[in-house]
């Protein structure tokens, strides 16, 4: 599904006039401004970059694959968990942008967009940050359960002597303690829900946390979502992106370098690199070339 149909940058005669006459000389970076200039001149309609149901933004670091996916996802707002390199610049340049949805219905829109929103790396890697905090702090809550547990058994004196019935704290220390010393501590630990998220690895969290992310009917912006993902999850999450798209009503704008990701069938590639950028073929683009050539240099190995 295609919701945002293009999207359109600022030409360079534009930039520089608004630049020039509107921006303060005493910034001392102006970026987003001139970082992507020359980039989008010679495509099909110029300055305006054009999307399939998976469009994938490819190119070395530093070619400004998340600066567009940023941009596109400020422009139109979407939700986003981590924050990213958002100068005083950036408003003035998003008035600069225009985008165009293929859906004119403003309820579907309204919809899709409630769901719709940036991925990035950083926020897969405090979500699995996140998830280990937790499972340190359900450990220590564990530890001192079982402390206490332990001095009840060993010190009558700590137990409660009384219970007050007209004071709740008085009722719920005293169900406490007979709940924590009646039960086991697997029981009572288990009836409390102090309990740890099952154990992944960093690869299966960050890839359940795409699953768990992307909803049916979106538009999903992911940046370098393979970051974490060993090969095997990243076929996985390929094979997922398309499920999304073509039987869920997906969009996706991704930026990548994985292989598993650019060879997804019939997905409209763009190449950061080149400049202006042009859409190519996804075994054209030099980073791929890398590995072909890597590997037909082994392959000698391979065969044995």
């Known amino acids: 599904m295609i919701y945002l149909s293009n999207f359109d940058f600022p030409s360079d005669v534009d930039e520089c006039a608004f630049f020039r006459e509107k921006i303060p000389t005493y910034y001392d970076s102006i970026y ?14 110029p300055y305006s970059m054009l ?24 422009k139109l707002k979407l939700t986003r968990a981590a924050l990213f390199n958002y100068t005083e610049l950036y408003e ?25 929103r940036i991925i990035t790396s950083d926020d ?83 890839y359940r946390y795409f699953v768990n992310a992307i909803q049916p009917g979106g538009l999903y912006l992911l940046d370098e979502p393979e970051n974490s993902l060993s090969a095997s999850l990243q076929v996985e999450l390929s094979q997922y992106i398309r499920g999304m798209a073509w039987f869920y009503d997906c969009q996706f704008i991704i930026s990548s370098h994985s292989p598993f990701l650019l060879s997804i069938p019939y997905a409209k590639i763009y190449d950061m690199d080149s400049v202006p950028v042009s859409i190519v073929k996804w075994q054209d683009i030099a980073n791929i070339r890398i590995y072909y050539d890597f590997f037909k240099e082994h392959a000698e190995e391979f065969e044995q």
């Open 51 to 74: 999307f399939g149901d998976i469009t994938i933004i490819a190119g070395s670091n530093g070619s400004g694959k998340s600066t567009v996916l940023n941009i596109i996802a400020e």
């Open 92 to 116: 003035a340049y998003l008035r600069l942008t225009e985008s165009r949805f293929r859906i004119d219905d403003r309820e579907v829109m309204r919809s899709v967009m409630k769901v719709s």
């Open 32 to 45: 987003p401004f001139k970082f992507l200039s020359g980039k989008f001149a010679n495509l099909d309609r």
């Open 124 to 206: 897969v890697f405090n979500h699995i940050l996140n998830v280990r905090k937790k499972n340190d702090e359900i450990d220590f809550k564990r530890d001192v359960i079982r402390e206490k547990r332990c001095a009840y058994r060993q010190n009558p004196s700590l137990r409660p002597r009384s219970i007050d019935f007209d004071k709740p704290e008085s009722l719920q220390a005293y169900k406490d303690y007979s709940d924590m010393t009646e039960n086991t501590l697997s029981d009572y630990v288990r009836s409390r829900n102090i309990l740890n998220e099952r154990g992944y690895s960093n690869g299966e969290n960050g």
